[in-house]
């Protein structure tokens, strides 16, 4: 069945172009993928410090 919908970039809403799929252009396919690695850097994780010095009560 034929897409009579027209591709909007997730990004920007602008129309799609067929070189940056399902992006309007290079730059938003860039954005998308940094908010990807943003959400990653956002998650939970002990601070260094604790890990630190979990490293040093395992020697003893
Ligand atoms: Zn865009």
Do not use: H, T
């Not at 034929?2 to 070189?19: H, T, W």
């Not at 309007?24 to 410090?49: E, F, M, T």
């Amino acid at each position: 069945m034929p897409n009579s919908f027209p591709e909007k970039c997730p990004i920007c809403k602008k129309p799609v172009s067929n070189a940056s799929k399902p992006f309007c252009s290079q730059g938003c396919k860039d954005r998308d993928l940094l908010q990807w690695l943003g959400d990653g850097y956002r998650l939970p994780g002990p601070p260094a410090d604790y890990a630190d010095s979990l490293a040093i009560d395992e020697k003893d």
